[in-house]
């Protein structure tokens, strides 16, 4: 099982990203996928979860900013920043509970200037 994630980069302060996590190996569609963060001197951290349902669950600090998806067809995952501040920069990782087994992904670097 592989996650891809990709999207990351440099923006400003307010701007949008949108990142992108294609799985291989396995199907998303029978599992509960989320994305963490790693931000400079924090440990890592839940982002945003969706369930196989598609019910979606959100960190405090990213609520109304972060919208969070799958698209089953595709086997990926999203997550949809929007209003980026600077304490957003960090590693950004998709995970998924994969094959009975928990999986994650290499990591995005996402980094906000002000």
């Known amino acids: 099982v592989q996650l891809q994630a990709s999207g990351g980069g440099l923006v400003q302060a307010g701007g949008s990203l949108r990142l992108s996590c294609v799985v291989s190996g396995s199907r998303i569609a029978i599992s509960n996928m989320a994305w963490y963060r790693h931000t400079p001197g924090n440990e890592r951290e839940l982002v945003a979860r969706?369930?196989?349902?598609?019910?979606?669950t959100y960190a405090d600090s990213v609520k109304g900013r972060f919208t969070v998806s799958r698209d089953n067809q595709k086997n990926a995952l999203y997550l949809q920043m929007d209003y980026l501040e600077r304490a957003d920069t960090g590693v950004y990782y998709c995970?998924?509970?994969?094959?009975?087994?928990?999986?994650w992904g290499k990591g995005t670097l996402v980094t906000v200037s002000s």
């Open positions: 969706i369930t196989i349902g598609g019910v979606t």
């Open positions: 995970n998924g509970a994969l094959n009975g087994l928990n999986h």
